[in-house]
């Protein structure tokens, strides 16, 4: 079962502008990853932010965290048409309450198209 | 240095026949993953292997098995398959257990 859920579904843009994804998820967690997607290959990773962290940046990335909402989201500034991908969140709870560690788990994704 | 190398790219087999497909980590990782990414979904998770023992198991049956060996490369084996086993499956690695997973690109699995 998926414990991410990204917002929007799909995200349509014109180069220049920024583009904001939302992930919010259901139980508690040590850390959530950003991963990006080119048309179906494998996934690079973006970002880490712990759970007692509540915001990092990365480049033009920039990752909040909220663990009283259970929502992060991602924040890509100036995006280029090379920025056009699915981004997924993954959560990692290991070892909490019995979850197997190294067990990321997804969301189904936010597909972002960035229009030259 | 090399990423993470996964093999064969693609594979097409029928119901019922048995597929391995084989991953190769960064070199200084111990730590193995492997993923399901069916079309239009997330990736779920399967098996986590570390210093060639099993240390996390996801939600799959039986027919998915996998193991690694002491160069830290890992094989998954799934028998018996159905068609609702296409999909892309994927292999992390990562230093430790707790540690950043880095994808490789991907098998693409085709089940007739």
């Known amino acids: 079962s998926q414990q991410g859920e990204e917002d929007p579904q799909a995200l349509s843009i014109q180069e220049g502008e920024n583009a904001t994804m939302n992930c919010s998820y259901k139980t508690s967690i040590n850390n959530l990853q950003w991963y990006r997607q080119n048309s179906g290959r494998g996934l690079v990773h973006l970002i880490l932010i712990r759970s007692n962290e509540r915001e990092k940046h990365s480049g033009r990335l920039r990752v909040t965290l909220d663990t009283s909402k259970k929502s992060s989201s991602l924040l890509i500034t100036a995006s280029r048409a090379a920025d056009t991908a699915s981004y997924f969140c993954?959560?990692?709870?290991?070892?909490?309450?019995?979850?197997?560690?190294?067990?990321?788990?997804f969301g189904q994704g936010t597909i972002l198209t960035v229009h030259p | 240095d090399a990423g993470v190398t996964q093999s064969p790219t693609h594979l097409i087999k029928t119901r019922g026949q048995q597929v391995t497909l084989r991953c190769s980590p960064i070199s200084g990782h111990k730590s193995v993953s492997w993923y399901q990414q069916v079309l239009g979904q997330g990736p779920q998770f399967i098996f986590q292997?570390?210093?060639?023992?099993?240390?996390g198991r996801g939600n799959f049956p039986d027919r998915f098995s996998a193991r690694q060996f002491p160069n830290y490369s890992s094989e998954l084996n799934v028998n018996a398959l159905l068609l609702g086993d296409s999909a892309l499956y994927l292999c992390?690695?990562?230093?430790?257990?707790?540690?950043?997973?880095?994808f490789g690109p991907g098998t693409r699995l085709t089940v007739l």
């Open positions: 292997y570390y210093e060639k023992e099993e240390r």
């Open positions: 993954a959560t990692d709870a290991s070892g909490s309450g019995g979850t197997s560690y190294g067990k990321l788990t």
């Open positions: 992390a690695s990562s230093v430790t257990v707790l540690d950043t997973q880095y």
